[in-house]
């Protein structure tokens, strides 16, 4: 490092100790995971065990992996950052993420696991015939699988350029800030290649309990922090908060964001509340058709177990959620959103800034140093253990369920498949690097938002009637993914997401994914799902009914088996 | 284990089908489905109605969310912590009510047809069925007419 980085790094408020001091802590993570991962390996022989852990974690244990596979960089980072700037509306995502578990747990969880074995089309195809079920199961899985991927690393590459301390201009180890964003995305992809390939579901599963505590803990430790800060006093924070902001209790009230209303022009303030609508809708639909979340049902050894699980993850994660309250009000408060718009235009950055913050006000400069860097080493932690879960269920649904059943029609050796998934790992790893050097300047909140809206379109029509409606057929099943799954990514594809929202007043960047002079959109809204969910459920109501497939023998059976688990794996 | 045993093949020799279809159609199996889905049926419909009014409201009733509880504490946050509230309220009666009503029930079926399984497994040609209730003899009886149930299946 030169001189000259040096001094640009502490002009920008970042000392080269924090920066060594979040290497330090990060390679320890790596270290440490990497370790639990070989482990892991070592007790992974069957399919059972790289697929589905063995089916050998507690319902606490596995309640800790999903809220650590849940709670990704678009919850820490996303929400914080949303709410960092703009206010109240940040808090819509908490409370859609956490009201979500409800589904999962009141309709999905004990079915699923006592019907399927190792991923979501288990289900889908169980009386249905199963190369075209799973086909189009693992097709939408990989979809949805990448599109979450994407928020991750998009976040990782934006956490990088702050702890570095990058500006443009600048360089670290002779590297600029695009170069490093670009050289985190890679890391971040090949770590989580080799979480997945060498320690399959138990060694992700592990990774994932470790981060829930770090994320847990670190998270805690920052709300105390805020909250000491003003005395205990809520409202005061809000106070603050909203003064910093500069907008006033328009601050702590929905409407800054979604749903704004612009007056004397009807049509545009309708679109804005029609999204606002679609965006809650998409949220509280999606979890429960999350491919990452499904299988992780699988990794305990009964249904009830899995009920246990799901308590527990809303235990968490509903404590969590409460916390990014305190964050992203306290960031408002204490950094201010002019500091971290400078940072971050989408807001990413929010809760890292909000750390150095912290310590700063209770140990100086060097202890805003160590709180960025554990915070930044826990935030890394967070998209390592997402990113793993992700890339291990779209491998297990490309070999399980595409490469056994599709190509293979079920008559393949274990050991083949299970080295099929890893070799899969690798491919969806390497295109979700590419495609993520793309996506750099989305929210990441926004961009799990899609992941979700894909989800309750194709995938949550197709369990729910597979598990609860006896007449639900093969075409049905198809027809409710395809439907769903074109209608959520062309609606986005059309979406001013991609094109037609012109350019940011304050950087002169194009809002939208291409260039600002490009405008091919026709749909008003950016969150698709209040259109794609119901044709999702209407293509699998209609396609069953064009069908006159109906096997009475394999719906007893479903039926029997997701409500006993007499017969369950 | 095999890679994929498919317990799912629709060809499959059946005695594992019979005895489904036998208890799907038995009192006893729907009185367990009933348990279960006099639950969860209203409490969807119930928590997606509570929070799409929460949505509703932060589109359309801004002043009303606007309005201060305490200090600068609004409707609006006030909402949003209930929403968290009703969702742990829920995940708990809905846990008590299935441990309590719905898992014996279950465990009890489950018993009955692992029960049944059993010997399928180990004999291939005897067709003894151990203590069905009177319920499931009546039931099995209606499926063995529908469809003669293959022996030799064995259990998972």
Redesign the interface.
């Known amino acids: 490092m030169t001189v000259d980085t040096i001094l640009a790094a502490e002009a920008s408020g970042t000392s080269s100790g924090a920066r060594t001091l979040t290497i330090v802590l990060f390679l320890v993570f790596v270290a440490a995971t990497l370790g639990i991962t070989i482990w892991a390996s070592r007790q992974t022989r069957?399919?059972?065990d790289f697929y589905a852990g063995g089916r050998s974690f507690s319902g606490f244990q596995n309640g800790l992996a999903i809220g650590g596979d849940y709670m990704s960089a678009a919850s820490f980072l996303g929400i914080a950052g949303i709410i960092a700037l703009n206010g109240?509306d940040g808090?819509?995502y908490?409370?859609?993420f956490?009201?979500a578990?409800?589904?999962a747990?009141?309709?999905v969880a004990e079915p699923l696991r006592n019907s399927g074995?190792f991923t979501m089309a288990d289900v889908l195809?169980?009386?249905m015939?199963?190369r075209p079920v799973r086909t189009a199961a693992s097709l939408s899985t990989i979809v949805v699988s990448i599109f979450y991927l994407l928020a991750q690393m998009v976040g990782a590459g934006a956490l990088v350029a702050l702890l570095l301390g990058i500006k443009a201009g600048e360089t670290f180890l002779g590297m600029t800030a695009d170069t490093a964003k670009i050289v985190t995305i890679v890391l971040v992809g090949a770590l989580m290649i080799v979480y997945v390939t060498v320690g399959g579901m138990k060694g992700t599963t592990w990774v994932q309990i470790v981060k829930a505590a770090l994320l847990m803990t670190g998270a805690a430790l920052m709300t105390l922090l805020v909250l000491w800060k003003f005395n205990f006093?809520?409202?005061?924070m809000?106070?603050e908060a909203?003064e910093a902001s500069g907008k006033g209790?328009a601050f702590?009230?929905?409407?800054l964001r979604?749903?704004v209303?612009t007056a004397g022009d009807a049509t545009k303030t309708l679109i804005s509340?029609l999204d606002?609508?679609s965006l809650?809708?998409a949220l509280?639909l999606g979890t429960a058709g999350l491919p990452h979340i499904l299988i992780r049902f699988y990794t305990v050894p009964t249904a009830?177990a899995a009920?246990t699980s799901?308590?527990w993850a809303?235990?968490l994660i509903?404590i969590f959620?409460?916390m990014t309250l305190a964050l992203g009000f306290g960031a408002a408060a204490l950094v201010g959103g002019k500091a971290i718009a400078a940072q971050d235009a989408a807001g990413n950055t929010a809760a890292p800034q909000l750390a150095e913050e912290l310590g700063k006000e209770y140990a100086g400069n060097g202890g805003g140093a160590v709180l960025l860097a554990v915070i930044a080493a826990v935030a890394f932690a967070t998209i390592l253990a997402v990113v793993a879960g992700l890339t291990l269920a779209s491998s297990s649904s490309l070999a399980?369920d595409f490469y056994?059943?599709v190509i293979k029609r079920?008559q393949?050796?274990?050991r083949?498949?299970v080295n099929v998934a890893k070799i899969s790992a690798f491919v969806i790893g390497a295109i979700s690097i590419v495609l993520a050097i793309f996506a750099q300047q989305l929210n990441v909140a926004f961009l799990v938002a899609l992941a979700f809206a894909v989800a309750a379109s194709a995938n949550l029509p197709a369990i729910l009637l597979s598990l609860f409606w006896k007449r639900f057929n093969t075409t049905g099943a198809t027809a409710g993914i395809y439907g769903g799954l074109i209608a959520a990514v062309g609606l986005v594809f059309f979406s001013p997401v991609v094109s037609g929202k012109g350019v940011s007043p304050t950087t002169g960047k194009s809002l939208s994914l291409f260039p600002a002079d490009v405008d091919f959109h026709w749909f008003p809204l950016d969150n698709p799902g209040l259109v794609s969910i119901p044709i999702g459920f209407a293509c699998a109501i209609i396609g069953t009914y064009l069908s006159k497939e109906s096997?009475?023998?394999?719906?007893?059976?479903l039926?029997?088996?997701s409500?006993?688990?007499?017969?369950a794996? | 284990?095999?890679?994929?045993?498919?317990?799912?093949?629709?060809d499959a020799p059946?005695e594992?089908?019979a005895r489904?279809?036998a208890?799907?159609a038995s009192p006893e199996?729907a009185e367990?489905?009933r348990t279960?889905r006099r639950?969860?049926f209203p409490?969807?419909v119930a928590?997606?109605a509570w929070?799409?009014l929460?949505?509703?409201l932060?589109?359309?009733a801004?002043d009303f969310?606007?309005s201060k509880v305490?200090?600068?504490?609004?409707v609006?946050?006030v909402f949003?912590?209930l929403?968290?509230v009703s969702?742990?309220l829920?995940?708990?009666l809905?846990?008590r009510y299935?441990?309590q009503r719905f898992?014996p029930l279950?465990e009890q079926?489950?018993a009955e047809?692992?029960a049944e399984?059993a010997p399928a497994a180990t004999t291939t040609t005897t067709t003894t069925t151990p203590a069905p209730t009177a319920s499931e003899t009546k039931a099995a009886k209606d499926a063995e007419t529908t469809?003669p149930a293959a022996s030799g299946e064995a259990?998972?």
């Open positions: 069957t399919a059972t109240y808090f819509l908490s409370i859609g956490l009201v578990w409800l589904v747990l009141l309709l074995r195809s169980f009386r015939r199963q006093n809520i409202s005061t809000l106070g909203a209790q702590l009230e929905p409407g979604y749903g209303e509340k606002l609508i809650g809708l509280v009830r009920r799901v308590n809303i235990t509903g959620y409460l399980h056994a059943n079920g393949v050796d274990e083949k498949e096997d009475k023998d394999k719906w007893a059976e039926e029997v088996r409500l006993t688990g007499s017969g794996v | 284990m095999s890679t994929d045993v498919q317990p799912t093949d629709a059946d594992r089908a489904a279809l208890m799907q199996f367990l489905r279960i639950f969860i409490m969807t928590f997606l929070y799409l929460y949505v509703l932060s589109a359309y801004r969310m606007a305490v200090g600068n504490i609004n609006a946050l949003g912590v929403q968290f969702t742990f829920i995940a708990w809905y846990s299935a441990s898992d279950a079926i489950k047809l692992d399984a469809k259990a998972e």
